[in-house]
């Protein structure tokens, strides 16, 4: 484990342990740390410490840690809340590096609990001591036999140990995962429960183990985003290292959506900005919890890709038909193409002798069952510039002549090629021995999908803003500075004119006109009856006024001065482009279909902000709105260079401090060659400015 981050190496090798807190009572928590210890025959040097017991396990107890021998390495803190903020305060005093806080009830219980996790952070760090917690169940090195948490499962024998190194904000799951792992034979490298991250966070607790040769691969097990600096600085070293990085995150609802202010906020929910973030850091999100297990080594085979990359295909080969078609159909659910071979490929499969029908699979039904077939036809797909995969699915002969069925598949995956097997029947002697070969196997139809689809759409790290997220949503601007704002960064904006309701005067462009009320307290104009469309000259004046009494009958309180004019424009559609500081991972930006419609469709695309050229075409072709505007089924075809470039340009708002949120609904795409133009903006600056 590399020093590079102060005291954190006496997180998984301390040379000495306190346990404080420690029961006597073998049906607590609080009493597994020193029993796993001894069992493991872990090195350190371990001292219980109980104020009220002289023994605790038959073994000599200290009442604090001012009374040990030494001070030691790590401090395990078991009691509650408010002795733990003590205790970490006696671990400042004495120079303890590395305080776990197993303890709950801190920010979790609300602000009393808040306040105390704030005191308990503060005396960690004025007195140098790293913090692993609160509510953290602690870490468990099982190539070392460090096992210094309170979760029971780590009582059980014979766990086997990998090259995956876990962390997890949920402390529950680390057991969960190291069991399910053995039922598979996969096992880890250390296990670690971050619990609040009050200081010491996943990310930096990952990266402190980079440069082990033994930790090969990481898993994550997220509730949310913390530290996201220090998580995309971590996956970015990984994988300069080779290194992948895999997660489970909870959280796909939208229960937030609807406290947002802007179109974009209610959007790009907490779960789609966590879903860009990761993506933007490498990271391979999963939405099965059997695929966390299954990624790692499928993974280790499939490249990263760059932005403006043509979108990868699969091949299939199988012996038993039904069965690749659950494949092939839950990856199509997750938008993964399965090819058929090509001419050429199909040329190759006839000389090797396999007879491939027209379609997507290469279905070598009984025949397959024979070595020789199987493995001719893995020989051919495999070397197919078409496939970026090639997904074998093996049917009864797994369970009833595993040595037979998986000889051609473990002799083409030897190496680095790309493939993956998915094995129909309940086989778990064929499953075993593919993962000890390090060959990608999957069980379900839905985790082979879900390791697949999240393996060929994992990204190249990219560099992403350094701007960090802010705590305030800033201030409001109203619609003509909003614009202002938008034309500095280089974002074409429809002409427009302030005017006075009281003293209408004729816009310097011709009509028919939108007119609008212009006030920064009017987010949704339209909902206070603020917007009156297709007015002509004559109608100005009226509208104005019509404009004035809406509003103060709907806002009370509310009274418009100006009004703002635009002409009407009519363009091959419409978009939305949002720009947000979003208060977990800071910059994003987001494409969406215009419109009024926009929220009730959800059709939209979000990336960590800036993007360049190459994602923000990307983005376009994942909004299936605005397909419509590459000239389907003969519409008429719509500027996507122009929407492109104004997608780069909203997302550079990241260079520009001050800009806390920009929404433009819609932003009109003309005809092609023609551009786009802003005719509705939101904007949010710094109280500052």
């Known amino acids: ?31 597994r740390p020193l029993a796993f210890l001894r069992e493991s025959g872990h090195p350190a040097a371990v001292y219980p410490v109980n104020a009220r017991r002289d023994r605790v396990a038959g073994e000599k107890a200290w009442p604090s840690l001012r009374d040990l021998p030494e001070v030691p390495d790590h401090a395990f803190v078991m009691t509650p809340a408010q002795a733990a903020v003590d205790t970490v305060h006696e671990c400042a005093e004495l120079g303890v590096p590395i305080a776990t806080v197993l303890s709950g009830g801190f920010a979790e219980e609300g602000p009393e609990g808040e306040k105390r996790q704030r ?31 309170g979760n029971a499962v780590f009582a059980e024998p014979d766990l086997p140990v990998g090259g995956t190194f876990v ?12 069991s399910r792992g053995k039922a598979r034979g996969i096992g880890f490298a250390s296990v670690v429960s971050v619990g609040a991250e009050a200081d010491l966070g996943i990310g930096e607790i990952c990266a402190a183990t980079l440069d082990d040769p033994s930790v090969t691969d990481y898993l994550l097990f997220l509730e949310t985003i913390r530290h996201p600096q220090a998580l995309a600085d971590f996956a970015r070293a990984a994988a300069e290292r080779g290194k992948p990085v895999a997660a489970y995150k909870l959280g796909r609802s939208a229960a937030a959506a609807e406290l947002a202010r802007s179109h974009t906020g209610a959007l790009a929910g907490e779960d789609d900005v966590a879903s860009a973030f990761l993506a933007q850091c490498g990271i391979a999100r999963l939405d099965t919890l059997e695929a966390l297990f299954e990624a790692p080594a499928l993974l280790g085979r499939i490249p990263a890709r760059e932005p403006g990359r043509a979108a990868p295909s699969v091949g299939v080969v199988t012996t038993t038909g039904g069965g ?33 029908a027209e379609g997507a699979l290469v279905d070598l039904t009984l025949a397959g069952t024979r070595p020789e077939v199987m493995s001719a036809a893995l020989d051919v797909m495999l070397s197919a510039p ?81 701007r960090l997220p802010s705590g305030t949503d800033g201030r409001p601007v109203d619609e003509a500075a909003g614009y202002t704002e938008l034309a500095e960064a280089g974002l074409p904006v429809a002409p427009y004119a302030v005017i006075d309701p009281a003293a209408v005067e004729l816009p310097p462009f011709t009509g028919p006109y939108a007119v609008k009320a212009l006030d920064a307290r009017l987010a949704h104009k339209s909902d206070a009856g603020g917007v009156v469309l297709g007015v002509g000259a004559d109608g100005l004046k009226e509208a104005a006024a019509r404009i004035v009494r809406q509003v103060a009958e709907r806002r009370p309180g509310l009274s418009v001065d100006r009004v703002l004019v635009q002409p009407m424009i009519a363009g091959a559609g419409e978009a939305l ?31 960590m902000a800036p993007v360049d050229e190459d994602t ?16 389907y089924r003969g519409a008429r075809r719509g500027d996507l260079t122009a929407l492109r470039d104004a997608v780069v340009a909203m997302s550079r708002l990241a260079d520009r401090p001050h800009v806390r949120e920009a929404e433009i609904n819609p932003l009109v795409v003309l005809p092609a060659g023609q551009g786009v133009l802003a005719v509705d903006a939101l904007v949010h600056l710094d109280d500052g400015n």
Not at 341 to 356: K, M, N, Q, V, Y
């Open 119 to 149: 005191e308990l952070l503060t005396v960690a760090r004025e007195g140098g001591v790293r913090l692993l917690g609160p509510s953290s169940l602690g870490v468990v090195d099982l190539r070392s036999g460090l096992r210094l948490t």
């Open 324 to 356: 690749a078609a659950m494949v092939v159909d839950q990856l199509g659910v997750r938008g993964v193409q399965v090819a058929a071979p090509s001419a050429e490929t199909r040329e190759r499969l006839g000389a090797a002798g396999i007879s491939a």
């Open 386 to 466: 078409e496939f970026d995969l090639v997904v074998a699915v093996v049917g009864s002969s797994a369970r009833l002549n595993p040595e037979l069925a998986l000889q051609p598949v473990l002799e083409a995956a030897s190496g680095a090629a790309r493939l993956a097997t998915f094995l129909v029947p309940d086989a778990p002697q064929a499953l075993r021995r593919l993962t000890e070969a390090g060959v990608p196997s999957f069980r379900t139809p839905e985790s082979c999908a879900d390791a697949v689809a999240s393996a060929l759409a994992r990204r190249t790290p990219g560099a992403g803003s350094r």
């Open 167 to 178: 962390a997890s904000q949920s402390g529950s799951m680390i057991g969960a995962l190291v």
């Open 1 to 31: 484990m590399s020093d590079s981050i102060e005291g954190v190496s006496a997180l998984l090798a301390p040379r000495s342990i306190a346990l404080v807190g420690a029961s006597d009572d073998p049906r607590k928590a609080s009493s």
């Open 616 to 631: 923000a075409q990307e983005m376009i072709d994942e909004v299936v709105a605005l397909r419509a505007l590459d000239g």
């Open 577 to 607: 482009v949002g720009y947000r500081v979003d208060p977990m991972v800071g910059p994003t930006v987001l494409l969406a279909a215009g419109g009024t419609l926009t929220e009730l469709y959800r059709d939209r695309s979000v990336r």
